[in-house]
């Protein structure tokens, strides 16, 4: 089971609250020390904003691969019971913006540009298609 807390940090300690129960001295799940988190966070971030490079460069060289553009993409990091670093997120039509060579969209702006949701389907399936071209 996976559960969510809440933090805050007081002075120099990072104190954990369930999300369940009302936050106050007596709800406090843990305590830690905030430069055991907060010492790390430049080196996440350095970390975060290489791995965002690598991954946005051969998604980039596949679609151009096939004559696309991918415009641009996002992707949310986490981290697992070790306090590594992962890439927590699905890379699809929701995290990215691909451009044909005529300049229309085959991800989800279309659907924010108001295409009936067939249209959405079929583009959606067109990158799936398209997708299982990349190099493996």
Same mark, same amino acid.
């Given at each position: 089971m996976i559960r969510i807390f809440f933090w805050m940090?007081? /002075? =120099?300690t990072l104190l954990l609250f369930n999300p369940k &129960?009302?936050?106050n001295e007596q709800n406090i799940i843990a305590t830690i020390p905030s430069n055991r988190v907060l010492s790390n966070l430049?080196?996440? &971030?350095? &970390? #975060?904003?290489?791995?965002?490079s690598l991954i946005f460069?051969?998604?980039e060289r596949e679609w151009s691969n096939l004559g696309y553009i991918l415009a641009d993409f996002k992707i949310e990091? /986490?981290?697992?019971?070790f306090g590594e670093l992962l890439v927590s997120d699905v890379i699809d039509n929701d995290s990215w913006r691909?451009?044909?060579?005529k300049g229309e969209h085959l991800d989800k702006q279309?659907?924010?540009?108001?295409?009936?949701? =067939?249209?959405? &389907? /079929? #583009?959606y399936s067109k990158v799936a298609e398209l997708s299982e071209k990349f190099a493996k």
């Open positions: 940090i007081r /002075g =120099e &129960k009302e936050i430049l080196d996440m &971030k350095s &970390k #975060m904003e290489l791995h965002a460069r051969v998604l990091f /986490g981290f697992n019971w691909v451009i044909d060579a279309v659907y924010r540009e108001g295409a009936d949701l =067939e249209t959405v &389907k /079929g #583009m």
